[in-house]
């Protein structure tokens, strides 16, 4: 049972324009979530979060939204630039209870072309 | 402050061999999660350790084991390797009363 989910395997992108990533989940139990940007052969790096009693957090480029009825996230990346290029994994968890862990989805990957 | 690091970073073992991958956290940081990483199944929760105690377990045979420091250093330990044990491992850490993680290098593991 995929508890959380990212429908679209990959993304490409123009450099300066938008690039949009999605994520759903299941698990109503939910209600803290991040983004990790992640390299081949390298671990995730974090990129921003979001509580459940917020429904946008933005850092820099990097804004994420929340919708809570309809159990959908998004991240939003103005402008996209070639560096961004990498999988991106939304992940989620049940604050108090989920004790260390994180449910993630099986990434987006994202190219954005000079 | 320095980062999450895993030791070894690369790693070729043989079936029936058992591994110990080791994780430090950063500094002041007392959870340590492990997870798997695989093509086929993406990333998957092994198990949290806080203050030596072992929290969380996910849905991993028993040949899969851990342990905390005083430290708040992790080790994990894979016995009886078998083929589909080959992935990357990664360890992340967190300070007390927050969700986020902050993951290590991995050690990728490679078992003939």
């Known amino acids: 049972d995929q508890q959380v989910k990212q429908n679209s395997p990959s993304l490409s992108v123009q450099e300066g324009r938008i690039s949009i990533l999605n994520c759903d989940y299941t698990?109503?139990?939910?209600?803290?979530f991040l983004w990790y940007k992640k390299y081949p052969a390298e671990g995730p790096t974090f990129l921003i979060s979001?509580?459940?009693?917020?429904d946008k957090n933005e850092d820099g480029r990097f804004t994420v939204f929340l919708n809570k009825s309809a159990k959908h996230l998004s991240l939003h990346i103005v402008p996209s630039q070639p560096g961004d290029s990498a999988v991106y994994f939304c992940a989620a968890t049940a604050t108090g209870t989920s004790y260390g862990k994180l449910t993630f989805g099986q990434g987006t990957i994202l190219t954005v072309h000079p | 402050k320095a980062g999450v690091t895993q030791t070894p970073r690369y790693l070729i073992k043989t079936r029936g061999q058992q591994v110990t991958l080791s994780c430090s956290p950063i500094s002041g940081h007392r959870s340590v999660s492990w997870y798997q990483q695989t093509p086929g199944q993406g990333l998957q929760f092994l198990f949290e350790?806080?203050?030596?105690?072992?929290?969380n377990k996910g849905n991993f045979p028993g040949r899969f084991s851990g342990r905390q420091f005083s430290n708040s250093r992790s080790e994990m330990n894979v016995s009886t390797l078998e083929l589909g044990d080959s992935a990357l491992y990664l360890c992340a850490s967190s300070s007390q009363g927050t969700e986020t993680q902050y993951f290590g290098p991995g050690t990728r593991l490679l078992v003939l």
């Open positions: 350790y806080f203050s030596e105690t072992q929290r």
């Open positions: 979001i509580s459940s009693i917020k």
């Open positions: 698990n109503s139990m939910f209600d803290y």
